[in-house]
């Protein structure tokens, strides 16, 4: 019932950009594995072989501690709607952050970063599809907006100031170079 793919195809590109969520999973060599819920239109298809992603602010910063020490991620969609589909894609990630050379190119990507943590480019070694018949029916009703909220209130000054409080060091104490100290 899998296929595996060298690249994202036409077909696989449509059914991406039609998902309103995408699950990433990350691990360090040793600690807990993360897996996370991502949405808010922040996942664009470069190319065949490249994925972005914009991070925007969360309770934790798991992913980046992980890239940094492995850059190993997986991406992860599945068809809630319409035809049954498991889409993974594998591969090996960089962290872009605002102090970055190529930030201001990929973040032209997105829309509202005030709550913008990092971009992750998401290098694709392999592909992989799988039927999907177990993922149950949804209806998309709408994005919160609590997120973009919160991160507009605070201002870019106090998002940056939440970082500090709060993602700096995975849950395992591994560094995530939120800031380049």
């Known amino acids: 019932m899998s296929q595996l793919y060298d690249a994202i195809n036409d077909e696989l590109q449509q059914f991406i950009l039609k998902q309103k969520i995408f699950f990433v999973g990350t691990a360090g060599a040793e600690g807990k594995v993360n897996v996370s819920p991502k949405g808010m239109d922040t996942l664009r298809v470069i190319d065949d072989k ?6 925007h602010t969360g309770s934790g910063n798991e992913s980046a501690a992980h890239v940094l020490e492995n850059g190993r ?24 952050h605002e102090r970055d050379d190529l930030w ?16 992750f480019n998401l290098e694709i070694e392999m592909v992989q599809t799988s039927c ?14 609590v997120l973009l909220n919160w991160a507009e209130v605070k201002g870019r000054e106090g998002v940056v100031q939440y970082w500090r409080d709060n ?13 380049d100290e």
């Open 167 to 179: 993602n700096v060091e995975s849950l395992d104490g591994k560094p995530t170079k939120v800031f």
């Open 132 to 145: 999907g018949f177990a993922v149950p029916n949804f209806d998309y009703v709408a994005e919160r907006e």
């Open 73 to 96: 991620m997986t991406i992860m969609f599945c068809a809630f709607e319409d035809k049954p589909l498991i889409l993974r894609l594998y591969g090996n990630a960089t962290a872009i």
């Open 104 to 119: 201001d190119h990929m973040v032209k990507n997105f829309d509202n970063v005030t709550g913008a943590r990092q971009i």
């Open 50 to 55: 490249r994925v972005i992603w914009l991070n």
